[in-house]
C-alpha cells in the first residue's frame, strides 16, 4: 500500500440505533496504472488513487482511476457521493458530535 495522505475522522451509527462506532476515511497517494493492469487499459499518464473507509465495509471505494495523478487524487478525495449515499441506512456526525449532513 501507499502513503496516506489526507485522512478523516467520523463517528457514524445505523439509521434507528444510537451505538456510534469510528470510520475513519483515508484517500492513499496516487500511484501510476501499470501498463499490465487487468483492472484498467492505461495510457502513459493514467493513475489511480485509492480510498478506505475504515469501519464500514459499505463504503470501501477501492481504486479511483484518473487521466493522471491529479486527476485520480481529484476524483478520489470526492468522498462526499458515497457519504449521502450510504446515508440511506447510517447517520454520520463529526468527532464533536454534530450531524455531518445537518444544514
Known amino acids: 500500500m501507499t502513503t496516506v495522505i489526507a485522512q478523516r475522522r467520523l463517528l457514524f451509527s445505523v439509521k434507528g440505533q444510537a ?5 475513519v476515511i483515508r484517500l492513499y ?7 499490465d493492469s487487468p483492472l484498467y487499459h492505461p495510457d502513459q499518464e493514467t493513475a489511480s488513487c485509492r480510498v478506505e473507509f475504515d469501519g464500514i465495509a ?37 468527532t464533536t458530535g454534530e450531524g455531518y449532513f445537518d444544514q
Open 58 to 94: 459499505a463504503g470501501d471505494l477501492g481504486e479511483t482511476f484518473g487521466a493522471d495523478t491529479l486527476q485520480a487524487l481529484q476524483l478520489a478525495a470526492d468522498v462526499e457521493p458515497t457519504l449521502k449515499r450510504l446515508s440511506k441506512e447510517y447517520d454520520f456526525y463529526f
Open 29 to 35: 497517494a496516487p500511484q501510476p496504472v501499470s501498463p
Open 19 to 23: 451505538q456510534r462506532r469510528p470510520l
